[in-house]
């Protein structure tokens, strides 16, 4: 599943794209995947455009310029093409490979006035399109932690956020109402960068591994970030490249392989029901 980093490469990537352009059709297929009254949500999608595309976790924010919020969750297999001029820029899950546009994966699509064309396809249909006025946009936001990348997210915040939780401390991290944005791969990677066992109870966790856990999160994910994100499973960048983060990942994938710091070996195992590497040696 993308995460922060990977949603923040598409963000990035779109934004010079298609902010400004007028939407002039909308076309849903699989109406499972759009999550508000289809009519309402042609009727506010067409004519209108894009002001601009922020991140609000693991969400694709698309402002209208007429007020309301398109939300895009690409969640397991997602995928976000833009088709322009017979080019196509990619972002999310890299299966299947494009190919025709739309295909049988694509569950909806916008096309804007210079016959450019949005898709938003998804295999496992986890993903979804849904409109919000301001008041419940607000709403969403309000269930959501502080984002990961947030310079507020201090150790006092970590702390308030661990204290007391009985919840190993990987999830934790994972869990969007408390930190906005880490998942699977990066609560792995900013684990072992701190030197913290995953499955520790998040209450356990010192002052000095707090500090550490801290200095961390903002480091691996902004080197994830400048990498574009990662590539396996998931994840193809928006301009249609794969990610290069993969081979900066330092455990996750890498179970059985040397850990980078000891030698010995990456371990794999599971904490809050989701695979987990670490590396027993070095993380206390
Ligand atoms: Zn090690």
Redesign the pocket.
Known sequence: MPELPEVETIKTDLKGKITGKKITGIEIIGRGSVKSDPEAFEKVLKGNSFKDIGRLGKIVVFSLEKGSFLLIHLKMTGQLIYEVAGKTIAGGHPEPKVGRLPNSFTRAYFTFEDGSKLFFNDIRRFGYLKITDEEEFRKIEGGYGIDALSPELNEKKLKEIFDKRKKAVKAVLMEQELIAGIGNIYADEILFEAGVKPQRPAGSITDEEIKKIREATPKILRIAVENRGTTFRDYVDANGGTGRHKEFLKVYGREGEP?G??K?KIKLTRVAGRSTRY?D??QK
């Open positions: 850990c710091k000891c010995g590396c040696i070095c």
